[in-house]
């Protein structure tokens, strides 16, 4: 068993143990290998996978009422060559709330995460969203998955004490 595990060992970092990335591809998500060359043209292969485009990663909502629903739909696409398949999504607080759908997004498809704001306590709120996934762009090595932050920042009025003083 041991010896199998070797064997497989040195064949993976036989095969991919030498690329290195040196730079960004031309489109979202492409990144090319310094010595890894297609046979026929002597070109920089692209890694093959799915990339998470989001286009708004900062949202301010401005001044909301108190107790009114908070609500945004965080627009996500895969633009790579294969299936996005979101792990989680983390707030920095309990105060917001997101859903998503743990199915596959295939290349080309586009889908939401819903995200609910906390508006029962009057203040100033800005809070930090992360979106894990096995994309290739936004890739974390310490945390072996790509990462995606979306800053969200809200202000949170009495209404109600604002005409109470006219």
């Not at 762009?137 to 790509?146: A, E, L, P, Q």
Request: aromatic share 8%; net charge neutral; hydrophobic share 35%.
């Amino acid at each position: 068993m041991k010896t199998l595990l070797i064997i497989i060992t040195l064949v993976f970092h036989s095969l991919f143990g030498n690329a290195q990335i040196v730079k960004q591809g031309l489109f979202p998500g492409e990144k090319i290998f310094s010595d890894t060359t297609d046979d026929k043209n002597n070109q920089p292969l692209i890694l093959a996978g799915p990339s998470i485009i989001i286009d708004k990663r900062t949202i301010a909502f401005g001044e909301v009422s108190q107790y009114r629903p908070l609500q945004y739909n965080v627009v996500y696409k895969n633009e790579g060559n294969g299936p996005l398949i979101i792990s989680k999504v983390r707030t920095s607080c309990s105060c917001t709330v997101a859903s998503f759908s743990r199915l596959p997004l295939l290349p080309g498809e586009s889908d939401t995460i819903k995200v609910d704001m906390d508006t029962d306590h009057v203040g100033e709120y800005h809070k930090i969203m992360a979106i894990y996934s096995n994309a290739i762009n936004d890739y974390d090595s310490s945390i072996k998955s790509s990462r995606v932050l979306i800053r969200l920042s809200w202000k949170v009025v009495n209404t109600e004490k604002e005409k109470k003083e006219e």
